[in-house]
């Protein structure tokens, strides 16, 4: 057959945004408010609470190895209602009070520095370089376990500081965690976000927005603007809200959790909302929509 005779290729059918997914209508603006950093310290924990309680926040993140972990916990517990996940936490940013891992520091010790707590940020790049896949397992169950054995049932995975993981078979890892224990993983870079959504996995359709890339002095207007702005589909905020007090300060982020939390307990946010006839969800929809692709 002459090949210009071959039939033309059938059209490519357009992939549904994931709040389609979730069974919102196609022009649906959906929006995730995640207030991560929950367990740093305790007023960083009434921060994050507020921010849900009282503000636009609907879920929230928390850190197993931090030194406020404990207290989260408790809060969540007595607060069955709130959707919160497990920010897998790799990495320590605080000079003060250096966290170490949650599993036992001879098991995991390519996760940390001489010192025996866990690199910082700025040297992610030899975290990344040095971390043995099956001790980055063994601290991500260590931190799941510690919330189910706390008699909490999270809906999702992301993770701290490093954009979806750091590295590809990190992320893979979190997916496979996920699948066994039921629950949803935040996924917001590409081809990653491409490859999930394939599979059936509702993640954001459009730019990630953290708050620790948003200008402190602006953030309200900022945050006001983004929001008129949203487009259809399904889109997430990691948001950072903490204490106004700088004696609980506890990392060089103080300027963006205050007015984090400002805006979120504002009216303002709350009127916004409304007038631009966003929905706000948390990981719920996305846990079950995750589990029905696994096959649970």
């Known amino acids: 057959m002459d090949a210009r005779d071959a039939p033309e290729p059938a059209p490519a059918m357009p992939v549904a945004a994931s709040s389609e997914l979730l069974g919102h209508p196609p022009d649906a603006r959906v929006l995730i408010v995640n207030a991560d950093d929950l367990g740093m ?20 993140s928390v850190m197993v190895p931090c030194p406020g972990a ?9 607060r069955p209602r709130i959707a919160f996940g497990i920010h897998l936490t790799l990495v320590c940013e605080t000079a003060g009070a250096r966290w170490g891992p949650r ?5 995991v010790s390519s996760l940390l520095a001489p010192d025996g707590t866990l690199f910082t940020p700025a040297q992610a790049p030899l975290l990344l370089a040095r971390a043995r896949p099956d001790h980055v397992e063994r601290e991500f169950r260590a931190q799941i376990d510690a919330v189910a054995d706390a008699g909490l049932a999270p809906t999702h995975l992301d993770f701290h500081c490093l954009a979806d993981g750091g590295r ?25 976000r491409q ?7 509702p993640v954001v359709d459009h730019p990630f927005v953290d708050s620790f890339s948003l200008a402190p002095d602006a953030k309200e207007a900022e945050y006001a603007r983004l929001l008129r702005g949203l487009a259809p589909g399904l889109s997430e905020w990691a948001v950072h809200p903490g204490p106004a007090d700088p004696a609980h300060a506890v990392d060089g982020g103080r300027g963006v959790r205050r007015r984090d939390h400002a805006f979120l307990t504002s009216p303002q946010a709350r009127d916004l909302l409304v007038e631009e006839e966003i929905t706000v969800i948390d990981y719920r929809p996305l846990q079950q929509a995750w589990r029905r692709a696994a096959g649970r």
């Not at 310290?41 to 929230?60: K, L, M, Q, R």
């Not at 404990?70 to 007595?78: F, G, N, T, V």
């Not at 599993?103 to 098991?107: C, E, I, L, M």
Request: charged share 25%.
């Open 168 to 192: 590809t078979d990190i992320l893979d890892l979190a997916v496979a965690l996920a699948d066994e224990y039921g629950l949803a993983v935040r996924v917001w870079l590409d081809p990653a």
């Open 41 to 60: 310290n305790h007023a960083i924990n009434a921060a994050v609470i507020d921010s849900i309680e009282n503000g636009i926040a609907g879920s929230c």
């Open 70 to 78: 404990d207290h989260a916990l408790r809060l969540l517990r007595e």
């Open 195 to 201: 490859r999930l959504r394939s599979r059936g996995r």
């Open 103 to 107: 599993a036992a520091a001879g098991t």
